[in-house]
């Protein structure tokens, strides 16, 4: 299981949704692109996540807002 970092790492390098980030979510973290994005939501509401890039973390939260 990743962690909250490495999810951010991960979404911070690769912001855009492409079927490249589906093959790299899939072989970087062992992960399927959904499950991949409900850990990603549920860690970008932790403190941790805005400690460790607060930047990635509200461009995820003002997404998750707008849906």
Do not use: N
Not at 31 to 49: D, F, K
Request: net charge neutral; aromatic share 6%.
């Amino acid at each position: 299981m990743p962690t909250t970092a490495e999810l951010l790492d991960f979404e911070a390098a690769h912001p855009t949704w492409t079927g490249k980030k589906e093959e790299l979510c899939i072989s970087e973290l062992g992960l399927r692109p959904a499950r991949y994005y409900v850990l990603l939501h549920r860690a970008a509401q932790t403190r941790e996540a805005l400690e460790h890039d607060p930047i990635t973390t509200h461009r995820i939260l003002r997404r998750l807002a707008a849906a």
